[in-house]
């Protein structure tokens, strides 16, 4: 497996325009996280699936944000409108305990700047 | 609300010497607890992962321990090099499968 992959892994986007990032979970994993690291607040978890489902959503920050998991195979974190304080890294990652790889294995990451 | 915290903050040892990483958190009902490496502008790379049943792990060089009454897990690394130079985390999993992550050790590793 090829493992978590995000796109894209940089974004540069002007305030006010929608921003879509992308994830592929690794196959068989029936947890999906999303997460967002910043120099201030480190790494802070926006929303997580199972089984494609949300479980929890309390991360995110507002209405903007949005994600969706239509099927085991991917999932998207959109922001619309963006905002300048919406520049982080964002990750995605994926788990399971059943299979392998056992635990959590994150992706490279999506650099997003919003000007 | 489960806190994580990492001491040092920031490390800076000559290549060879074995060292120490401390992680506490604040809530010991976690399901179990896991060390990531991260580069610069890089993601996360699991090092390893030790269950609440579990008092220790092993990975090469490497070897965690956790003690959950305490709220306590060390990563020791042993022999140090400098490719061993990047942030560290700790991260705990409580309910709900998520995890809580600590604001990291930056290791620097000096020829």
Not at chain 1, 74 to 100: H, M, N, W
Not at chain 2, 36 to 64: C, H, M, V
Request: charged share 20%; with cysteine; aromatic share 10%.
């Amino acid at each position: 497996d090829a493992g978590v992959i995000q796109s894209p892994r940089h974004e540069v986007t002007e305030m006010g325009q929608e921003v879509t990032l992308r994830c592929k979970p690794i196959s068989g994993h029936d947890y999906l996280f999303w997460y967002r690291q910043t120099m201030m607040r480190g790494l802070e978890l926006l929303i997580y699936f199972n089984n494609n489902v949300p479980i929890d959503d309390s991360g995110m920050p507002e209405d903007r944000f949005s994600a969706k998991m239509p099927n085991a195979s991917f999932s998207t974190l959109k922001i619309q409108p963006s905002e300048p304080r919406d520049s982080a890294v964002y990750f995605c990652a994926s788990s399971s305990f059943t299979g392998t790889p056992y635990g959590y294995t994150f992706g490279s990451g999506t650099r997003l700047t919003v000007v | 609300k489960q806190e994580v915290t990492q001491i040092p903050a920031a490390l800076s040892v000559p290549e060879g010497e074995n060292l120490v990483l401390n992680c506490s958190f604040t809530d010991s009902a976690i399901y179990n607890l896991q060390w990531f490496r991260q580069d610069p502008g890089k993601g996360l790379t699991s090092l390893l992962l030790i269950q609440s049943s579990q008092r220790e792990q092993t990975s090469g060089r490497l070897n965690a321990s956790l003690d959950k009454s305490s709220g306590r897990s060390t990563l020791y690394i042993a022999a140090s090099q400098p490719g061993d130079s990047a942030t560290y985390l700790c991260a705990v999993t409580a309910g709900g499968n998520k995890l809580t992550f600590g604001t990291g050790t930056q290791l620097k590793v000096e020829l």
